[in-house]
């Protein structure tokens, strides 16, 4: 039974291109085929409970703006009825929008517990609560993930902290929030650092909490095959914001950590696009290093104004990143377990319930809109056969043999003499690849 917080609206349809309903999708069709797929099947919405359902509108210099059935005196749903009224409005919106998914973390889904066992048990009961929900709707989980930065416990970091009762306790979390995703049936275990970095050099170990990060994330990978979770488990890259340097700061640096403690073949990435912008990258960049490495594995779909410095996690609207975003994933074959997660909140002047779901409509029309972009490129050669022939030379048997391993200086030395070798350059085509890209946006 709905709960009515989104008015009588029940299905959001799709009315095509033409509509200027804001209650419905223009170019989002879960059973238009894509590259012989079904959209639906490429872009596995979800949505993120945390930015819809529990961030109250605040920022750095102004608190609550948003009113909320399901809000407590302090601004969040502090009690387990509220927190299932929370959950009921959720499922709500979920059904409202068709998608497949939805994502959480421990803290948003139920209130802290005066003690550990008290904060697992809550977790548990609400567990219990979502499984009934997604038996009835056929909703899946997409990831789950433990809250480790907001409690001031954990305000020098989790896995690095200098504390390690602090350690234990995040340890201990995890371990929670691991048995809850795997009872759910998550597709998805993702570990977001939020304050594993530093504000100083004068009071921190780098090695040492470099060492005690990658422990934590073996525990968590040895958990996974204790308990038959066959999900995948995510690091989520974060540059800084709120710590002045994090040790997740891109897709690079988190290749480098897990090659350096032997994780590289058990741990992929879940990218988000306002990270990848703070950390000086493009989107499109942060999801072909992670192909190449073979650390890809999800994203978070949000965008960080362009005139602030900040991560302000606002809903996807320009399609041409959007294409060149899903011209990479299609590259890199596409989702396995991951998917496109709406990691993304409301400004917080944006107060009517209805607003939530215009937001989430808007961009699920533009990755749908980028998508159909990226398949037609990938289709039709746009980019590949230009790519292809500006490499081709490498394919040749003396171009191989110079990466041979037992290629040396001084035979290449010796060849280009032989040869009397006087290389042109040749034009990279920039601007006759970018028009070829807006012939297609």
Same mark, same amino acid.
């Given at each position: ?43 596995? @919405?979800? #949505? ?37 009224? !929370?959950?009921? #409005? ?76 602090? @350690? ?60 038959? @979770? ?147 490129? #990938? ?23 110079? $990466?041979? !391993? ?10 280009? $003499? ?24």
């Amino acid at each position: 039974m709905s709960t009515g917080y989104f008015g009588d609206i029940s299905k959001i349809p799709f009315e095509g291109p033409g509509s200027t309903n804001p209650l419905a999708f223009r170019f989002y069709d879960p059973d238009e085929l894509v590259l012989g797929k079904r959209m639906e099947d490429h872009l596995r @919405f979800a #949505v993120c409970y945390w930015h819809s359902f529990v961030w109250p509108g605040s920022d750095p210099f102004g608190g609550q703006t948003f009113e909320r059935p399901w809000y407590g005196p302090s601004g969040a749903a502090d009690t387990m009825a509220l927190a299932k009224k !929370k959950a009921d #409005v959720a499922f709500d919106m979920f059904a409202m929008l068709g998608v497949p998914y939805f994502t959480f973390h421990d803290a948003d889904v139920r209130p802290e517990g005066a003690s550990f066992s008290e904060s697992r048990d809550r977790l548990n009961e609400i567990a219990d609560y979502f499984e009934a929900k997604m038996d009835a709707t056929g909703l899946k989980l997409l990831w789950g993930t433990a809250n480790l930065f907001s409690h001031r416990r954990y305000m020098a970091g989790a896995a690095t902290n200098p504390d390690p009762d602090v @350690f234990a306790y995040a340890a201990a979390t995890v371990k929670s929030c691991m048995d809850v995703t795997h009872r759910l049936k998550g597709q998805n275990y993702v570990l977001w650092g939020g304050r594993e970095g530093y504000e100083t050099l004068l009071n921190t170990d780098i090695g040492r909490e470099l060492d005690q990060m990658g422990r934590f994330l073996s525990m968590v990978v040895d958990y996974k095959h204790k308990i038959g @979770f066959k999900g995948s488990i995510l690091i989520e890259p974060k540059p800084q914001e709120p710590t002045k340097h994090q040790y997740d700061y891109d897709v690079g640096t988190i290749y480098g950590f897990l090659k350096r403690y032997g994780l590289e073949g058990e741990v992929k990435t879940n990218i988000e696009q306002g990270h990848a912008i703070l950390a000086g990258h493009s989107f499109e960049h942060e999801l072909a290093l992670a192909a190449a490495l073979g650390i890809f594995g999800s994203i978070d779909m949000n965008r960080n104004d362009y005139q602030s410095g900040w991560d302000t996690d606002q809903f996807p609207n320009n399609v041409p990143e959007m294409a060149l975003a899903y011209y990479q994933v299609l590259r890199a074959g596409g989702f396995t377990t991951g998917g496109t997660n709406f990691d993304a909140k409301l400004r917080r002047q944006s107060l009517d319930p209805q607003d939530l779901l215009i937001a989430h409509i808007g961009g699920m029309d533009c990755c749908a809109r980028g998508l159909k972009a990226a398949a037609s490129m #990938v289709e039709e050669k746009a980019l590949s056969a230009p790519l292809a022939e500006r490499y081709a030379a490498w394919d040749k048997p003396d171009a191989a043999r110079l $990466l041979d !391993k037992n290629a040396d200086l001084e035979a290449i030395e010796a060849d280009v $003499l032989a040869r009397n070798l006087d290389p042109q350059p040749r034009s990279g085509r920039q601007e006759y690849l970018e028009n070829v890209v807006n012939r297609y946006v």
